[in-house]
């Protein structure tokens, strides 16, 4: 695995829907774990001072991850959030800012240090990324994926409704269903084993309301 790290322009574009709207708008607790837009707003921070990389991945390189995204917390190369190269476009779809969404979650629970199961942690980046898909009224086609990823759909956004409409409560058979979901697609054959990213991102400032305004405010400008 290399790093081919992406433009200035596209890391700019990918810390931008960390500060939109509906991403500010993410707000939940599953079990020990909260995710804020806070959180998010932290992130985008971290990629601006490069603290955590945006590069392009090989397929080879993201074959965990189906190739698809991949945010990675430990090893060589640590705390990059790996991106289709196809996530150059001007016009980022909304499908494509919901994946920047799911590696970000994988990062903010890096940045927290919480090394959880697998499982977990792609349950709260699935349940972050299906929140912020349907605040932007987005609807999935079921029959453009498998069964296996349409349950994990299904299942997903059944539970981010049940918690939006009951206050935060969802029925334990409902997140047991999400779950099974997740853990029944080939691509999570590892969900039982420890997450890597949980070691902490180094970045000074980042707590600082004086710095964040700064960096926040730059990263509103126009391209």
């Known amino acids: 695995m290399g790093l081919d790290i992406v433009p200035p322009e596209v890391r700019t574009r990918v810390a931008r829907v960390l500060l939109d709207r509906n991403t500010r708008g993410i707000n939940f607790t599953l079990g020990k774990v909260s995710i804020s837009g806070d959180d998010y ?34 090893g060589a190369y640590s705390n990059v ?66 069964d296996k990823k349409s349950a994990v759909i299904a299942h997903g956004t059944f539970c981010v409704e049940q918690y939006q409409q009951r206050a935060g409560s969802i029925e334990k058979e409902a997140l047991e269903n999400f779950r099974k979901a997740i853990k029944a697609v080939p691509l999570y054959g590892d969900a039982d084993s420890q997450w890597s ?27």
Do not use: C
């Open 197 to 223: 990213a949980g070691d902490g991102i180094r970045g000074i400032g980042t707590t600082d309301p004086i710095f964040r305004a700064h960096v926040l405010g730059g990263l509103s400008d126009p391209d």
């Open 41 to 74: 707003e932290t992130i985008a921070i971290l990629i601006s001072m490069g603290m955590v990389s945006v590069a392009f991945g090989q397929i080879n390189d993201l074959k965990g991850s189906g190739g698809v995204a991949y945010y990675t917390g430990a």
């Open 81 to 146: 959030l790996y991106l289709p190269r196809s996530y150059q476009a001007a016009n980022l779809s909304l499908d494509a800012r919901s994946v920047i969404i799911h590696e970000a979650t994988h990062a903010i629970l890096d940045y927290k240090r919480r090394a959880l199961r697998r499982l977990d942690s792609e349950m709260l980046a699935y349940f972050a990324q299906f929140w912020y898909a349907m605040a932007n009224g987005f609807i999935y086609n079921l029959t453009d994926v498998d």
